[in-house]
């Protein structure tokens, strides 16, 4: 199993900033792509970004240019970095992580973008 932690969300004006962190422990070995997803209210679960192992990056139309992907040295943290914050990014941003053993899933942390 794989436990993801999350990090980072909060209230936020439109226009600004804010850096999400999702620390994986527990069987990470081959932790082959990590990723943000997002859930907005009445709405279906929704990709945002993926980086691989070897550092390869996939974005959501919506926030590109806007939100950066990252991993840490030991490929076992993932971080989103996002500006210019959209009353449209408010959502509760999920931390994803796929290896041989699952595709594994965190809790979730609400980000708020006011108007």
């Known amino acids: ?11 936020v004006q439109a226009g600004g900033s804010l850096r999400l962190s999702c620390a994986a422990s ?25 980086i691989t192992l ?26 989103l970095q996002m500006n210019s914050l959209k009353p ?3 959502a509760v941003y999920y931390c994803n992580a796929l290896n041989p053993l699952g595709n594994f899933w965190g809790q979730g942390t609400q980000v708020t973008v006011s108007s």
Do not use: C, H
């Open 1 to 11: 199993q794989v436990q993801l932690v999350e990090s980072g969300g909060g209230l």
């Open 26 to 50: 527990g069987s990470i070995y081959r932790l082959n792509v990590m990723g943000w997803y997002r859930q907005a209210p009445g709405k279906q679960r929704e990709l945002v970004a993926t």
């Open 54 to 79: 070897g550092g390869l990056t996939n974005y959501a139309d919506s926030v590109k240019g806007r939100f950066t992907i990252s991993r840490d040295a030991n490929k076992d943290t993932v971080y």
């Open 88 to 90: 449209e990014d408010t």
